[in-house]
């Protein structure tokens, strides 16, 4: 009996400790799968919305997101999130922040539910912690020298190429010295874009913007880190020789400079005015031809 009682005890025993490390090896592979799904939440959250929001960090083009899934329900999240828009005719949050961030449009975004998860995920536990997002990958590859201003200029103009086929920035933007005829109109100017966004935002725009048309053009056209570097410097010393340039907002409507259209009228009119002369020339020999016949 006591030879029994010895073996029943021990079999107790095993199965409590079996049973221990199953429950800490679940705890373990848990809380790996958490911080998996937070560092996934953390890096969508820096690719597909750090260019417009923060969390615990204030408003940027768009509201900060600390808090908001205690604010609204997840269904809520996720309808504004498929087609903002169309949530703005129907529900007064959404046309409260269309008006207040206006005129900045939030694009529909497409995240699938496993993703919205995780950026839910991350929201709930920095705002549970009351930290502020810290993009991981917002810093520069290396320090900034003075030649990385001018090989800036150069990159932004177009005098060198980008390294993985991506057009200038000066086909969409323009920036204040840029040259004679500027830059594009059909994104905003970039003069006091380091005004509008802190170091670490601006870089991680750089590194992957997620506004519509660029994240189309860059998506398989990325920046290297050192055209990061080099742009990032044109740019901060444009704040620092514009210190009072206008903030433009980040979808501002694209409008066409006066200057092109003086510009193309008059290359326009001396076309004119060329090709006028040079048929008055040519019609004047074959009339002179004309005369000289008739007289024969």
Request: glycine residues 8%.
């Amino acid at each position: 009996m006591r030879e029994q009682f010895r073996q029943s005890r021990a079999g107790e025993i095993a199965i409590r400790w079996y049973l221990t490390i199953l429950l800490v090896i679940a705890g373990t592979l848990f809380a790996a799968d958490r911080a998996r799904g937070q560092d996934d939440g953390a890096k969508l959250f820096e690719t597909r919305c750090y260019s417009c929001h923060n969390i615990g960090g204030g408003d940027k083009q768009g509201p900060d997101l600390k808090g908001v899934t205690e604010r609204q329900s997840r269904e809520w999240i996720e309808e504004f999130v498929k087609s903002p828009s169309a949530m703005r005719s129907k529900d007064p949050v959404a046309a409260e922040l269309f008006k207040r961030f206006s005129p900045t449009i939030m694009p529909d975004q497409t995240l699938s539910p496993s993703e919205l998860d995780s950026i839910i995920s991350l929201i709930k536990n920095l705002t549970s912690k009351n930290e502020t997002f810290v993009p991981s990958g917002a810093k520069l590859s290396r320090a900034i020298v003075p030649a990385d201003i001018v090989a800036g200029k150069e990159l932004f103009a177009g005098e060198i190429r980008l390294a993985n086929g991506a057009p200038s920035c000066n086909s969409c933007h323009s920036v204040n010295g840029i040259g004679a005829l500027g830059g594009g109109t059909l994104g905003p100017d970039l003069t006091a874009v380091n005004i509008k966004y802190r170091d670490p935002e601006l870089i991680s725009i750089l590194q992957a913007p997620n506004f519509p048309t660029m994240n189309t053009i860059f998506t398989n056209h990325k920046l290297t880190d050192e055209e990061v570097v080099q742009l990032f410097a044109y740019l901060q010393n444009a704040k620092q020789l514009n210190p009072t340039a206008a903030v433009v907002p980040t979808q501002a409507a694209a409008t066409t400079d006066p200057g092109f259209l003086i510009l193309g009228f008059a290359a326009a009119t001396l076309v004119l005015v060329g090709l006028n002369i040079f048929w008055r020339k040519r019609s004047h020999g074959v009339r002179k031809e004309m005369v000289r016949r008739s007289r024969i």
